[in-house]
Antibody, heavy 126, light 107 residues
Framework: EVQLVQSGAEVKKPGESLKISCKAS????????IGWVRQMPGKGLEWMGI????????RYRPSFQGQVTISADKSISTAYLQWNSLRASDTAIYYC???????????????????WGQGTMVSVSS | DIHMTQSPSSLSASVGDRVTITCRAS??????LAWYQQKPGKVPKLLIN???TLQSGVPSRFSGSGSGTDFTLTISSLQPGDVATYYC?????????FGQGTKVEIK
């Protein structure tokens, strides 16, 4: 079964660091982009960034560049989202999601997010 | 960056009604458009990719159309289980921006 399993809920204080994880199974981890999506309380989905575990190519939404770090360890099929100094405004649910591939006629192109993790709730409060 | 605008932001309709949600891209994205359904307290679920391709297991009352800048998600006969927030997303290139969402409720 193809799945993404995220690490558990976190409660942190402002200024603390945090690294949450997203473990993939059931498919070739290095062949698909993995994205991170933020959902603040009562709000919509925000695409944060994406990583290709095969070569660690990473893209960020400009508003998240420098605020978080996306990484991956292909030896354990796990992607990460990391903060060096949390703020109260980082309180949200964070989802990882796999960007699927559409292949036809011997070529493939990136597609939509077909597999989602269960989400990690991050609460930041003094 | 390409901006994605959904309308309406919310709607209330009766069971059996036809419901239409629109999504507009600020620049052309061909058919690189997905629709997701997020039920309250749940993980988003992919309904449609390539603007009109229904995912396996998704009821046929859901359909998508459009290309370029204007896209539509239609629920042909609204059911109580369709109460959710629906999001469009462009995925042709980063950033893979979501629309702001459309909350669908039963009247």
């Amino acid at each position: 079964e193809v799945q993404l399993v995220q690490s558990g809920a976190e409660v942190k204080k402002p200024g603390e660091s945090l690294k949450i994880s997203c473990k993939a199974s059931g498919y070739i981890f290095t062949s698909y982009w993995i994205g991170w999506v933020r959902q603040m309380p009562g709000k919509g989905l925000e695409w944060m960034g994406i990583i290709y575990p095969g070569d660690s190519d990473t893209r960020y939404r400009p508003s998240f560049q420098g605020q978080v770090t996306i990484s991956a360890d292909k030896s354990i099929s796990t992607a990460y989202l990391q903060w060096n100094s949390l703020r109260a405004s980082d309180t949200a649910i964070y989802y990882c999601a796999r960007q699927s591939l559409y292949c036809s006629g011997g070529s493939c192109q990136d597609d939509a997010f077909d597999i989602w993790g269960q989400g990690t709730m991050v609460s930041v409060s003094s | 960056d390409i901006h994605m605008t959904q309308s309406p932001s919310s709607l209330s309709a009766s069971v059996g009604d036809r419901v239409t949600i629109t999504c507009r891209a600020s620049q052309g994205i061909s058919n690189f458009l997905a629709w997701y359904q997020q039920k309250p307290g749940k993980v988003p679920k992919l309904l449609i990719n390539a603007a009109s391709t229904l995912q396996s297991g998704v009821p046929s009352r859901f359909s998508g159309s459009g290309s370029g800048t204007d896209f539509t998600l239609t629920i042909s006969s609204l059911q109580p289980g369709d109460v959710a927030t629906y999001y469009c997303q462009k995925y042709n290139s980063a950033p893979l921006t979501f629309g702001q969402g459309t909350k669908v409720e039963i009247k």
